[in-house]
């Protein structure tokens, strides 16, 4: 079936540091990729989505973009600061399995001052 | 602004009692999820309505756990008896229509601690 798999965490990165997050997925139709982010206490939102290969999301300057050809969905921040600090899970729905959405096991980041 | 609304927030009850959550989603919105998230862990999803149907329930552990959607609006769902692997964050969520690349809204959760 349909899977997400990311790096594991958790990730602590000083402020004003690049991110990358990498996400690659095993799906046998053609899914729309999403990367939803918790932060702590609260539910989860979404952060930025692509529906269609070499499709780029950017949100909050977020930036990721569906790679086909490698199955991968990686997110990258050029400068993360301390309010970054949450959980980000990447995940992907596929419209011919009633659009659910398969999640990853999400990568905590914590971002120090 | 509108917001999926899920009630109670925490919940602590012994092994082997009912227990219930409520969830009430986007006004309009169609389709709705109760998911799963165990500690550290991705939320999995353990039923989808449409309206008031169930379109998948492939996951829902049936022997305990059973959901509804009566009237297409707000949902139950419920766990009886409760077990202490069900301990997880019960997440529901809400899309306007039934396509897949559509922004899922989530609601805060019911955190769900069994004893």
């Known amino acids: 079936g349909d899977s997400v798999t990311q790096m594991e965490g958790p990730v602590t990165l000083s402020e004003e540091a690049c991110l990358t997050i990498?996400?690659?997925?095993?799906?046998?139709?053609?899914?729309?990729l999403f990367w939803y982010v918790q932060y702590p206490g609260e539910g989860l939102q979404l952060l930025l989505k692509a529906t269609k290969a070499d499709d780029k999301g950017s949100n909050k300057g977020f930036e990721a973009t569906y790679r086909k050809e490698t199955t991968s969905f990686h997110l990258e921040k050029g400068s993360v600061q301390v309010s970054d600090s949450a959980v980000y899970f990447c995940a992907l729905s596929d419209r011919n399995q009633g659009g659910k959405l398969i999640f990853g096991q999400g990568t905590e980041l914590s971002v120090k001052p | 602004e509108a917001e999926v609304a899920q009630s109670p927030r925490y919940k602590i009850t012994e092994k082997s009692q009912a227990v219930a959550f409520w969830c009430d989603p986007i006004s309009g919105h169609a389709t709705l999820y109760w998911y799963r998230q165990i500690l550290g862990q991705g939320p999995e999803l353990l039923v989808q309505f449409q309206d008031e149907s169930v379109v998948d329930d492939s996951q829902l552990p049936k022997d305990r756990f059973s959901a509804e959607r009566l009237k297409g609006v707000d949902s139950t769902l419920k766990i009886q008896p409760a077990e202490l692997g069900d301990s997880a964050m019960y997440l529901c969520a809400s899309i306007l229509g039934q396509e897949g690349n559509t922004e899922a809204f989530f609601g805060q959760g019911t955190r769900l601690t069994v004893v």
């Open positions: 990498n996400c690659t997925y095993t799906a046998t139709g053609y899914p729309s």
